[in-house]
């Protein structure tokens, strides 16, 4: 079992990446607007280094507003960890403490984060520099209960995570072992070459995740379909059931009583608001037993 796990009071823990607009407390008006007992949320402009000041206005507001208990927020896309240019380092380390900072203050439990990318310097130096990094904002920030979930990645250029073994051994590098764990992306899992799409497939891919980083570090799921085929190592998020995974992989794992209780978060495409979650939404909850 996870050691991230909620009560599961609702039946499931489903829900989606949620916009901001209008304030960080209207992200809850919008999940009663798809029926979700779950969210993801920018904290802060996800393409930028800085965000506006969150006041303890802010925070009283949304802890005010606030309907439901899991709920995540995503760090900026900016963030590399493991860049080989020393200014983008530092900007990404502060960006990281920032992103931590905000989720502490509003009470929120976890930030997911791209692992990053090495740049050409290699894995093995890419994935020794998230670490330490990792080590140095723990530092700056060593009261602070929010852990950093990192994402599965596709697999693209130079980016880290993967695999599953790159991830495990970013988290067996880190100190504080407690304050990491992982966001797994069914997209992005899919593309970088693991197969889920029959029960057979999909048990062998969870015991790899067992093998390598441990159910025990699974803080939260993505839930895309994927626009391209398995092993493609490309990021391109599709609605559930209308790509190349297909809707069974999803049965699968909404049942798998080893994640019941973890957050599992729609970042499915958005052409009307609410429209398209909630369709999405209504078949993954068809899909449960």
């Not at 999803?250 to 958005?270: H, Q, V």
Request: proline share 3%; aromatic share 6%.
């Amino acid at each position: 079992m996870s050691r991230f796990t909620f009560p599961d009071t609702h039946g499931d823990l489903l829900g989606a990446h949620i916009s901001t607009k209008g304030g960080l407390h209207t992200v809850f008006d919008r999940a009663t607007e798809i029926n979700a007992s779950a969210i993801a949320l920018f904290a802060k402009n996800g393409n930028q280094w800085k965000g506006k000041e969150m006041t303890e206005e802010d925070i009283a507001v949304f802890s005010g507003k606030r309907t439901l208990r899991p709920v995540l927020t995503h760090a900026s896309y900016l963030i590399n960890l493991a860049t080989t240019n020393p200014e983008f380092h530092r900007k990404s380390i502060a960006a990281m403490i920032d992103e931590l900072d905000r989720a502490e203050r509003l009470g929120i439990h976890a930030v997911v984060l791209h692992p990053g990318a090495h740049m050409g310097a290699g894995v093995d130096a890419g994935i020794d520099q998230i670490a330490r990094s990792l080590d140095q904002i723990h530092a700056a920030i060593p009261n602070h209960k929010v852990v950093t979930l990192l994402e599965t990645a596709a697999g693209q250029g130079s980016c880290l995570g993967c695999t599953f073994e790159e991830l495990g051994r970013i988290i067996a590098l880190v100190d504080d072992k407690q304050r990491v764990g992982v966001c797994f992306d069914t997209c992005h899992v899919f593309a970088s070459g693991y197969e889920i799409r029959n029960r057979d497939d999909y048990e062998r891919t969870i015991d790899a995740l067992a093998a390598d980083v441990g159910l025990e570090n699974v803080g939260a799921f993505h839930l895309n379909d994927s626009k391209k085929p398995l092993g493609s190592r490309v990021d391109r998020h599709q609605h559930i059931g209308d790509g190349e995974i297909g809707v069974e992989a999803f049965r699968f794992l909404l049942n798998d009583a080893r994640f019941r209780g973890i957050p599992k978060l729609l970042e499915t495409p958005k052409p009307v608001e609410h429209e398209s979650d909630r369709k999405n939404l209504t078949l993954l909850r068809s899909l449960l037993n």
